[in-house]
């Protein structure tokens, strides 16, 4: 049996969120992929986001017209050099998609700038897997 304490150690902002888009933000993810879920649930998948910026950094998610009634994501607010976690809801489990295996991008924007990447949004429901 080995006894003491676990000290948990910080992650770095790179360990946390390895993907560079650009404004100075930095994310856990490149592609957002919702699974199939049932009627009356909601669809979630949660970001890392984390800022290099020596600035408060806002961010938010332009999400195209037509996916922007049915997911959903609230802006965040980071601190210099911080991160946070972002969580995108989607309310309808079957999506009339189509090009669904190459997805949708939505941008992210720093401070009101668009980052020069986008995230990319892939849903498969039960009518497209």
Known sequence: MVKGRVKPKP???E?????????GLRMSHEVLVFNPFREGER??????????LRHRARVTFEIPAGLDTVLTCRP????????????????????????H??????????????CD?????KHFNTNNQ
Do not use: W
């Open 11 to 13: 992650h770095s902002i």
């Open 76 to 99: 965040v607010d980071l601190a210099p050099g911080a991160c946070d976690t972002v969580t995108f809801l989607l309310s309808r489990p079957n999506l009339p998609m189509t090009g």
């Open 43 to 52: 669809g979630r998948v949660r970001l890392r986001v984390a800022s290099t």
């Open 15 to 23: 360990e946390d969120a390895p993907y560079i888009f650009g404004q």
């Open 117 to 121: 990447k986008p995230l990319l949004f």
């Open 101 to 114: 295996e190459t997805g949708v991008e939505i941008y992210p924007y720093v401070n009101g700038k668009k």
